[in-house]
T-cell receptor
Framework: TQLLEQSPQFLSIQEGENLTVYCNSSSVFSSLQWYRQEPGEGPVLLVTVVTGGEVKKLKRLTFQFGDARKDSSLHITAAQPGDTGLYLCAGVLRSSYGGSQGNLIFGKGTKLSVKP | KAGVTQTPRYLIKTRGQQVTLSCSPISGHRSVSWYQQTPGQGLQFLFEYFSETQRNKGNFPGRFSGRQFSNSRSEMNVSTLELGDSALYLC??????????????FGPGTRLTVL
């Protein structure tokens, strides 16, 4: 069972389009991170969201953490070919006392292709 | 600061052999984690080392082992290789500060092919 489900698995769009990818779970996370991985490279951290309902913007990328801390979304405005890559969400489970427990858990990722 | 380095970048082995992969973390980072990435399973956590001690371990067989040295450099070893061990092995370092959220800084990975 995958603790973090990402959708869609694959997304192919034209340059200039908008898109949203999702990261969902039935478990509560103390924080969620988004990474982008390009072919032949390791993932690169984009953002960390830590508060339920939090929204963070990174240029054309908008990240949201769900109010219940069980889900997150990444919205890209006016996608460019340079946005092509595998987008991974990862989180640390929230413990019963409100802290963090265990290692970082990754979703399987959304493979985005932006065509010129 | 120099990033995380991994050696070798590519490796081809045959079933039954063993392999050792090496990772040098970002200077000042005391935590090193290892992950296995495959198309079917995605990124799966192998283990984390902090100050030379294994801190967390994923759900992998005992053929997968690791260690960390006093300079924070880490190695992982896979014995009795199986075809299914073919994967990209990623090393990541983290400052692991109390105020951080275990953000991972990844190396480029070692692509292991088992024939």
């Amino acid at each position: 069972t995958q603790l973090l489900e990402q959708s869609p698995q694959f997304l192919s769009i034209q340059e200039g389009e908008n898109l949203t990818v999702y990261c969902n779970s039935s478990s509560v996370f103390s924080s969620l991170q988004w990474y982008r991985q390009e072919p032949g490279e390791g993932p690169v951290l984009l953002v960390t969201v830590v508060t339920g309902g939090e929204v963070k913007k990174l240029k054309r990328l908008t990240f949201q953490f769900g109010d219940a801390r069980k889900d997150s979304s990444l919205h890209i405005t006016a996608a460019q070919p340079g946005d092509t890559g595998l987008y991974l969400c990862a989180g640390v489970l929230r413990s019963s006392y409100g802290g963090s427990q265990g290692n970082l858990i990754f979703g399987k990722g959304t493979k985005l292709s932006v065509k010129p | 600061k120099a990033g995380v380095t991994q050696t070798p970048r590519y490796l081809i082995k045959t079933r039954g052999q063993q392999v050792t992969l090496s990772c040098s973390p970002i200077s000042g980072h005391r935590s090193v984690s290892w992950y296995q990435q495959t198309p079917g399973q995605g990124l799966q956590f192998l283990f984390e080392y902090f100050s030379e001690t294994q801190r967390n371990k994923g759900n992998f067989p005992g053929r997968f082992s690791g260690r960390q040295f006093s300079n924070s450099r880490s190695e992982m070893n896979v014995s009795t290789l199986e075809l299914g061990d073919s994967a990209l092995y990623l090393c990541a370092s983290s400052p692991r500060l109390e105020s951080s959220y275990n953000e991972q800084f990844f190396g480029p990975g070692t692509r292991l092919t088992v024939l």
